[in-house]
């Protein structure tokens, strides 16, 4: 068995400390994205699968896509993450014949919760006809009385580089996505392909084939890209500044910097995880730098500061109009969050179950392979 892998922390906490309550004094708004436990308003009671639980509101559902392996092969894929208590990983599980009946029983089960649907695990667009039923049966359930507040997809773009990128788009139109998180960790091509490391024959690795992309999709949904902050790719002030420049000429709304996700001991010393030790940027020194920095930064302006159940971010506003997101999130925090008995997630794996947790076998909720499904 592997060991444990140990961490440098992403920042001296007491910087990060002292950024947080710096920020929390200049920023206009704060949101707190997880509820107090006391706070009955942001509860939701639900009896699933022959239990009582309490759903955290606002609270999202993930459709884990795992029909195919992914288009890319980033070195820094959490989805490659190992954790020490094992179980079969969600990315190597594939959808057989039951999987959408199984999908509408779990979806029949949550009628009455308050939703929004979260489109992630490994890359959606890569299986387009596997993502049509999604959208097909995610649209039934709205039919049926799920209420939803936001239809978000997680992409890195190359199916919308292929023959039915267009039927894509439409059918994300008629499903009324409120925003796609497209991931380029850097502007040049040649840069994110030795991130990203696209397979060959994928023509989203090449930057003339994204910006296509990218503006065909901006045309039609709010593009929020997203950038992983990391050695070899955006990790000074000039690096942010030159790819924030690249994205407003793109057409992009939003740009979110993000650092990789802090582990915990609980996973396993895999290349994965030393990969995410060696090549991390801490986001709250960057940031610090960027605001210390009048050529970057001169023109933003704070919008909000969120605190959310395991991540935080903050949200400013070039005078240009763009919005630029800085975030980062830990996962023991998360974990401590999961174990708590509440439930703060839901994801439903190919092999029929809903979880409360990104592991499937671990928080099972409901398992909608079993005779009987027990609800209410
Ligand atoms: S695009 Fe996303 S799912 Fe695919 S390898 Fe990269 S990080 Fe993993």
Redesign the pocket.
Known sequence: MDAPVSFHPPAPASDEAALLDALRARAPRIVHRAPDADDGTRWHRLRIGGRDWRLARPISFTPYASSRP?S???AF?S?NLRTERGSVPAARLRPDAGYFAGLGRALAALRGVPLSWSLSG??NTDDPAWLLQLLDTLRAAERDGIAIEDRVLYS?GAGFAHAQGAVLRDALLQFRLSWIEL?RHHHDGATNQAL?RFRAGEPIAGRAVFERVLATLAEAFPVRLVCLLQLGGVRTPQDVAAYLGWARAQGAGTVIFREFSELDAGYRDNATARYLGAARVPMAALLQACLADAATSAEWEIESLTEGYYFWNLRLRTRGGLQVVFERSDYAAMHRRHASGDVYKLVYFANGQLCAGWEPGHDVLLDTRAAEPAHG
């Open positions: 992914c890319a092969r980033c894929c989805e490994l890359e890195n991931s990203m």
